[in-house]
């Protein structure tokens, strides 16, 4: 896509950045998203698991995407709840995309939860903290639902608003985080909702100082060191750099963790991820300052091995891992 109409005598503008096929940003700032999604993949709806759309941000026409198992009744035993926020490095991905959407089908049957995949503002259109934000608005739905006099059975005939647990794919991993420490252990100012734990799939952290996975990693990585770049030159604020608080957890400018009280956090990387070593460092950092932080890490896998072929074995194993989380931390 060019303007080929130079009878102004303006130079005709020109592509300077495009991610995964789906997002075009043109010089005089125009930007062009495909309706399609960039993981072009069936959808693996069985009926085992049921679905629905609803706008938890209307001024913005933000939706969330619900899911339960088909079989959950009123009168069974009530559901955890299981957030899952998507990634997409703040400038692509949605909820409706079929690889979040398959893997939410197996979070709600293999968890037995009801899942809630929120979309968020994009950048860079909306640059940072806009998703953090909007990340914080869909559970504020969610408190307003446990609230609510007239609530949506759909979702509270089945749902446990004592048991929640935020995850996130690695742009929503980093919202994840930034929820953590906003909302700060118990999650006071969400009562009656509950916020149990956290589990952050290779979060999506940043830098100025190039960590040693990111300058050493191999260059065909599903996650690229110039793609990690480009998603940040999109999303953070014109003006700031990685080391923005929401990019760095740890940086000259970020908020001292060393004394925020936090809820459970689960940390989960592939071995093959740029992102490894930044995941780790997250991980190591809050464990030394006494935080309940687990840290796991798969052997050879890419960055979102887990969506990408949620049928292999290490995708098996990681399911596992969180449901003993989430069984752990619901007591």
């Not at 959407?101 to 037995?112: G, R, T």
């Not at 030159?233 to 760095?248: A, F, K, W, Y």
């Amino acid at each position: 896509m060019s303007n080929t109409d130079n009878s102004s005598g303006a130079p005709p503008f020109y592509e300077v950045d495009e991610c995964r096929g789906v997002l075009r940003v043109y010089s005089d700032g125009s930007i062009w998203r495909s309706p399609n999604p960039s993981f072009n993949v069936p959808v693996e709806d069985d009926g085992s698991v049921l679905w629905k759309d609803v706008v938890f941000d209307p001024k913005h026409n933000l939706q969330l995407r619900l899911y339960k198992p088909a079989s959950s009744s009123p009168s069974s035993a009530k559901l955890p709840i299981f957030y899952y926020i998507h990634g997409g490095g703040f400038c692509i991905g949605s909820r409706a995309w079929p690889n979040c959407q398959n893997y939410c089908f197996k979070l709600a049957s293999e968890l037995q939860a009801v899942v809630i995949s929120p979309d968020y503002r994009l950048a860079p259109e909306n640059r940072l903290p806009a998703a953090i934000e909007d990340g914080f608005m869909a559970v504020q739905w969610l408190q307003a639902q446990a609230l609510a006099e007239n609530p949506d059975p759909w979702l509270t005939e089945v749902a446990d608003f004592s048991k929640v647990f935020i995850s996130g794919d690695s742009a929503g991993g980093n919202i994840a985080h930034n929820l953590a420490v906003q909302l700060g252990a118990g999650s006071p100012d969400l009562a009656p909702v509950l916020v149990r734990g956290y589990v952050l799939l290779a979060p999506f952290f940043g830098g100025t100082v190039r960590s040693r996975s990111e300058a050493e990693g191999p260059k065909d990585a599903f996650l690229n060191l110039e793609l990690i770049d480009r998603f940040w030159r999109l999303s953070i604020p014109i003006g700031d750099t990685t080391d923005h608080p929401v990019v760095n957890p740890f940086g000259p400018v970020s908020r001292n963790l060393e004394h925020v009280s936090l809820d459970p956090i689960l940390v989960v990387v592939g071995g093959s991820d740029l992102l490894k070593d930044r995941a780790e460092e997250y991980a190591n950092k809050l464990k030394k300052w006494g935080k309940k932080t687990e840290y796991v890490e798969f052997e050879g896998q890419q960055h979102g091995f887990f969506t990408i072929n949620p049928n292999s074995e290490p995708s098996k194993a990681l399911m596992l891992i969180i449901k003993r989380f989430i069984a752990k931390k619901s007591c």
